[in-house]
């Protein structure tokens, strides 16, 4: 487990976090495919948190894409650096993710975040914001279609709807399970939403929520257990 110091130059204010945010949404890539699905690798990540004793921890999960066996895995515990403000939630969950990312002993391809992308107030979720960062191709699979608006999708896995903000399509309300409330999918960096679709469900043969998610929740509450339990 890697242990994150409070980073250097940190937004110290939602005005200079609204900055950082808009310099790096300069850079994001919305022109390429992205890796196809079922192929490579594709990495989870999430984090728990314990606001009380000021704890944050990060999991990293890599599957192997075409069996979702668990390929490898890391984390990362730091403290929150970065007040709970709706729309900036990446300022408290980056620093731990990319220690996360860091410790991870093969490259991750993929990344799937348990959160946003293109689906934020300022068109820059977590799944972007940590794509920028990174330079790798990521998405975001949520479980709650934040403040935006859609049509329910069919009934049948694989049925979708667009995710709308106004009359712009921000992401997908996506059926990954017959019957089950949809998930909402983002474009993050370096990915097409129809091809984050296709990944979302690849990463879906038996659960509403996708295997690096699932795992990535895992890994990460277990990490904070043992972070904060008593010696």
């Given at each position: 487990?890697?242990?994150?110091?409070?980073?250097?130059?940190?937004?110290?204010?939602?005005?200079?976090?609204?900055?950082?945010?808009?310099?790096?949404?300069?850079?994001?890539?919305?022109?390429?495919p992205?890796?196809?699905?079922?192929?490579?690798?594709?990495?989870g990540?999430d984090?728990a948190?314990?606001?009380?004793?000021?704890?944050?921890?990060?999991?990293?999960?890599?599957?192997?894409?075409?069996?979702?066996?668990?390929?490898?895995?890391?984390?990362?515990?730091?403290?929150?650096?970065?007040?709970?403000?709706?729309?900036?939630?990446?300022?408290?969950?980056?620093?731990t993710?990319?220690?996360?990312?860091?410790?991870?002993?093969?490259?991750?391809?993929?990344?799937?975040?348990?959160?946003y992308?293109?689906?934020?107030?300022r068109?820059?979720?977590?799944?972007?914001?940590?794509?920028?960062?990174?330079?790798?191709?990521?998405?975001?699979?949520?479980?709650?279609?934040?403040?935006f608006?859609?049509?329910?999708?069919?009934?049948p896995?694989?049925?979708?709807?667009?995710?709308?903000?106004?009359?712009?399509?921000?992401?997908?309300?996506?059926?990954?399970?017959?019957?089950?409330?949809?998930?909402?999918?983002?474009?993050?960096?370096?990915?097409?939403?129809?091809?984050?679709?296709?990944?979302?469900?690849?990463?879906?043969?038996?659960?509403?929520?996708?295997?690096?998610?699932?795992?990535?929740?895992?890994l990460?509450?277990r990490?904070?257990?043992?972070?904060?339990?008593?010696?």
């Open positions: 487990m890697t242990t994150v110091p409070i980073p250097a130059g940190r937004p110290a204010t939602e005005a200079e976090a609204h900055a950082v945010q808009d310099a790096l949404r300069a850079r994001l890539v919305l022109d390429e992205g890796p196809p699905p079922g192929a490579g690798r594709v990495t990540v984090v948190y314990d606001d009380e004793r000021d704890v944050v921890a990060a999991a990293a999960v890599v599957l192997d894409a075409a069996t979702l066996d668990v390929v490898a895995e890391a984390t990362a515990v730091g403290r929150i650096s970065f007040p709970y403000v709706p729309g900036l939630l990446a300022f408290r969950e980056i620093p993710v990319l220690a996360a990312l860091d410790a991870l002993s093969c490259p991750p391809g993929l990344v799937v975040c348990d959160g992308g293109l689906a934020h107030p068109r820059f979720g977590l799944a972007s914001h940590l794509g920028v960062l990174t330079g790798l191709p990521t998405i975001g699979v949520a479980k709650n279609p934040f403040a608006t859609y049509d329910e999708p069919g009934v896995r694989g049925s979708a709807s667009p995710l709308l903000a106004g009359a712009d399509e921000v992401g997908r309300a996506l059926r990954t399970r017959e019957g089950v409330k949809p998930v909402f999918v983002s474009v993050g960096h370096r990915v097409s939403l129809d091809n984050a679709c296709a990944h979302t469900l690849a990463l879906t043969p038996r659960y509403r929520l996708p295997e690096s998610t699932r795992r990535a929740d895992a990460c509450r990490a904070l257990r043992e972070a904060t339990a008593s010696p």
